[in-house]
């Protein structure tokens, strides 16, 4: 068993160790850096990694990353196929038909952007992880989303129910007049505003391919 003293040096000898399974699947893993770090155009709340196309790096390599939320070797590894799938198809297809089939020859299954092991490549996964040693770092955990201060006044038509959110610093003056039928309207309670980035429409939108742009930014 190997013992690694940094993150990026397991995951460099990780990549090695998975070049059979997409060699054994026909493909050929490009040249990559992997590294530990946020998504930079996901939540790091639900986004567990991240591939940057070749054209929007400066070594012209692709570039993954991997979510310091994960610390356990299996569910690094699965993730980090994800990610090399999408640097095989170098970030062309998102989440679409191209991908999908590197996915499911390698070893994939389920929803496209949730792929993920199937039982007998995460037996394989648990073996490279047996070989690689522990992984050199402890997840970072995140607080729950906790309610800010603000909070957000609405006022709404007794009648035809057209519905307004009042700003705090025009809410003294009263609710306003409705422009269908001319009445004021009522307030309502003012409602709470969580401070939370729980959804994310790049990590969870089902289906489809995404817009050109976005895809050659990066792929989660």
């Given at each position: 068993?190997?013992?690694?003293?940094?993150?990026?040096?397991?995951?460099?000898?990780?990549?090695?160790?998975l070049?059979?399974?997409?060699?054994?699947?026909?493909?050929?893993?490009?040249?990559?850096?992997?590294?530990?770090?946020?998504?930079?155009?996901?939540?790091?709340?639900?986004?567990?990694g991240?591939?940057?196309?070749?054209?929007?790096?400066?070594?012209?390599?692709?570039?993954?990353?991997?979510?310091?939320k994960?610390?356990?070797?299996?569910?690094?590894?699965?993730?980090?196929?994800?990610?090399?799938?999408?640097?095989?198809?170098?970030?062309?297809?998102?989440?679409?038909?191209?991908?999908?089939g590197?996915?499911?020859?390698v070893?994939?299954?389920?929803?496209?952007?949730m792929?993920?092991?199937?039982?007998?490549?995460?037996?394989?996964?648990?073996?490279?992880?047996?070989?690689?040693?522990?992984?050199?770092?402890?997840?970072?955990?995140?607080?729950?989303?906790?309610?800010?201060?603000a909070?957000?006044?609405?006022?709404?038509?007794?009648?035809?129910?057209?519905?307004?959110?009042?700003?705090?610093?025009?809410?003294?003056?009263?609710?306003?007049?409705?422009?269908?039928?001319?009445?004021?309207?009522?307030?309502?309670?003012?409602?709470?505003?969580?401070?939370?980035?729980?959804y994310?429409s790049?990590?969870?939108?089902?289906?489809?391919?995404?817009?050109?742009?976005?895809?050659?930014?990066?792929?989660?």
């Amino acid at each position: 068993m190997k013992q690694h003293s940094v993150r990026e040096a397991w995951l460099e000898d990780a990549v090695r160790h998975l070049e059979p399974v997409f060699s054994k699947a026909g493909y050929a893993i490009p040249p990559v850096r992997v590294s530990c770090g946020f998504p930079a155009s996901s939540s790091p709340r639900t986004t567990l990694g991240q591939c940057w196309p070749r054209e929007r790096s400066g070594g012209g390599v692709n570039e993954i990353f991997i979510s310091p939320k994960i610390d356990d070797p299996v569910q690094l590894l699965d993730t980090l196929v994800h990610e090399l799938c999408h640097a095989v198809d170098d970030c062309f297809s998102g989440h679409g038909e191209d991908f999908k089939g590197i996915a499911q020859t390698v070893g994939l299954e389920g929803p496209a952007r949730m792929a993920h092991a199937t039982e007998e490549l995460t037996v394989k996964l648990m073996m490279i992880s047996q070989e690689l040693g522990p992984y050199p770092h402890q997840a970072i955990v995140f607080p729950p989303p906790r309610p800010s201060n603000a909070s957000r006044s609405k006022a709404k038509c007794g009648q035809c129910g057209y519905e307004v959110t009042l700003l705090k610093k025009w809410a003294s003056y009263g609710a306003p007049i409705c422009p269908k039928d001319n009445i004021r309207m009522l307030e309502d309670a003012p409602e709470t505003i969580e401070n939370t980035t729980e959804y994310d429409s790049d990590s969870v939108t089902k289906g489809g391919k995404s817009a050109p742009d976005q895809i050659r930014r990066a792929i989660s």
